[in-house]
């Protein structure tokens, strides 16, 4: 696809304030839909329709596509020119700022996101995983592997652990070059997929109160959990208790499994 052509045509430019990287080898996207499951029955939320390449191929193979583009410009285009199915619900907006909870159940998201949102997007799909049955969203591989994170590595932190609360995830396509792009960023991609559990890992009633926990034990990731919770009301408690479950005081919060903290969520639950 010519996409400096096509950019020129219909004087349209990437913006760096958007983070627009365009894809412009069809063989990825066609690759990145079949792999993401979409069938026939299925509605899709695509973030970033882009110039409508992956837009078009999801609209031949689901039964609706809500398209979000907060690029007016894009956006003119995309309903004058691309040609797009008439299952393609095309809404002018930020997806930060969409009200998600307005999506069919058991919809899929699929998406090209650019750096700067992309953790906050994630956040809405784990705030909203009973309307998200799975996602499959191009991202650069430095997030990627952040969200993919290991206990016990650097990149395990909060997002890694809201993710794996709710969803099983892989790297779909591990590494995407530059040249797959234009223009083209300065750093490999990759697509990160996840397909929701039938049942959470564990049962975390409260994810707000759960999700505040996970934050302050990584506020200061040098820090010790002893360290990190000092101050708090329920510190003693944790001092008292969290090494009768194998959760000692000293230990930094990257070498907790996603079980020790659904562990400390229960003890200070209770």
């Known amino acids: 696809m010519k996409v400096r052509q096509i950019l ?3 004087g349209l430019m990437a913006k760096k304030s958007l983070g627009q990287n365009f894809i412009c080898d069809e063989s990825f996207v066609q690759r990145i839909v079949k792999q993401s499951g979409v069938g026939p029955d299925d509605t899709v939320l695509e973030i970033g329709p882009g ?6 191929v999801l609209g031949e193979r689901s039964a609706r596509v809500i398209a979000l583009e907060i690029d007016g410009q894009l956006l003119d285009y995309l309903r004058s020119s691309a040609h797009l199915p008439e299952n393609v619900t095309l809404v002018h907006t930020d997806a930060l ?3 998600w909870g307005t999506l069919p159940a058991e919809c899929r998201v699929i998406a090209n996101l650019p750096y700067n949102i992309s953790s906050q997007i994630l956040m ?10 799975s996602f499959s969203v191009m991202l650069q591989r430095e997030m990627a592997l952040r969200a993919m994170g290991e206990s016990g590595t650097k990149d395990f932190g909060p997002l890694a652990i809201y ?3 709710y969803y099983d995830l892989e790297l779909s396509i591990s590494r995407i070059p530059p040249s797959v792009f234009y223009p083209a960023p300065g750093v490999e991609s990759s697509v990160l997929q996840g397909r ?3 049942q959470p890992r564990f049962p975390v009633g409260d994810f707000v109160r759960f999700q505040k926990l996970v934050r302050l034990s990584f506020s200061h990731r040098r820090k010790t959990l002893k360290n990190n919770y000092r101050g708090t009301t329920w510190f003693e408690t944790f001092m008292d ?3 009768a479950l194998g959760i000692s005081p000293e230990l930094r919060a990257e070498a907790l499994s996603l079980e020790q903290f659904y562990l400390l969520y229960r003890l200070l639950e209770d």
Do not use: F, K, S
Request: glycine content about 4%.
């Open 241 to 243: 208790q969290a090494p």
């Open 196 to 198: 929701r559990l039938p």
């Open 124 to 133: 809405a799909i784990v705030e909203h995983h009973q309307l998200v049955q």
């Open 163 to 165: 993710l794996r609360l």
């Open 97 to 99: 700022r969409y009200d």
């Open 8 to 10: 020129n045509t219909h």
């Open 51 to 56: 110039l409508g390449v992956m837009t078009r």
